[in-house]
């Protein structure tokens, strides 16, 4: 089955403690990218990623990391969370940049 | 950079009636236009796609239609039925920044039976 996954699906952190939160797709795509979702603003583009190597900065890039040392992996990295980065994350897969995209099911992300 | 508005950002219809959502776009280079079905709990699917290069395009009951001189894209939605209720969000890429899709900021549509 086709799907993008992403862990955890929840989880619940202090400021400053480092994360990473996984992405996987097995659907053999070239570019995947990240979003944060919050109430009244859509999703917001934090990277994404080309290919394996190549990534960019989307429009609300401060305060997280990504690598695409894989085809198939793309995680989101944390370095010193902050309260403001609570929020609903999803990870996306395409084919390409511009076609129909594959989304995760989530990740619910609090820092206290 | 690419600003999408989206309206209305609640519709409440009828079962069977049909609904519309708006969105519009500021940069004329766009030139991809998905829309999203986000159901409670789970990530976006896009449910219908459409590229500058058409003006309308139809997939059973949901149609977008693109009006690229009035930068504006719209989806139909017609004969609703309950489990067309979720959140739509339409979204806009540019040509020139490959990768980039910015979205609009959603509409709740409820399906009333």
């Known amino acids: 089955e086709a799907q993008v996954t992403q862990n955890p699906r929840y989880l619940i952190t202090v400021t400053g403690k480092k994360l990473t939160v996984t992405c996987s797709q097995n659907m053999n795509h070239e570019y995947m990218s990240w979003y944060r979702q919050d109430p009244g603003l859509g999703l917001r583009q934090i990277y994404y990623s080309m290919n394996v190597e190549v990534t960019d900065k989307g429009d609300v890039p401060e305060g997280y990391k990504v690598s695409r040392k894989e085809k198939r992996n793309f995680p989101l990295i944390l370095e010193s969370p902050s309260p403001n980065q609570t929020s609903l994350y999803f990870c996306?897969?395409?084919?390409?940049?511009?076609?129909?995209?594959?989304f995760g099911q989530g990740t619910r992300l609090t820092v206290v | 950079g690419e600003n999408v508005e989206q309206h209305p950002s609640t519709l409440s219809v009828q079962e069977g009636d049909s609904a519309v959502i708006k969105c519009t776009y500021s940069?004329?280079?766009?030139?991809?236009f998905p829309w999203y079905k986000q159901e409670l709990g789970k990530g976006p699917q896009l449910i219908i796609d459409?590229?500058?290069?058409?003006g309308e395009k139809k997939d059973q009951r949901i149609a977008v239609t693109l009006n690229k001189t009035a930068k504006h894209f719209s989806l139909h939605i017609t004969e609703t039925q309950p489990e067309d209720s979720a959140v739509y969000f339409c979204?806009?890429?540019?040509?020139?920044?490959?990768?980039?899709?910015?979205f609009g900021a959603g509409t709740q549509v409820v399906v009333t039976p």
């Open positions: 459409i590229r500058s290069n058409v």
């Open positions: 996306a897969s395409s084919l390409s940049g511009q076609g129909g995209a594959f």
């Open positions: 979204a806009a890429s540019p040509t020139d920044s490959w990768g980039k899709l910015q």
């Open positions: 940069d004329s280079a766009s030139n991809y």
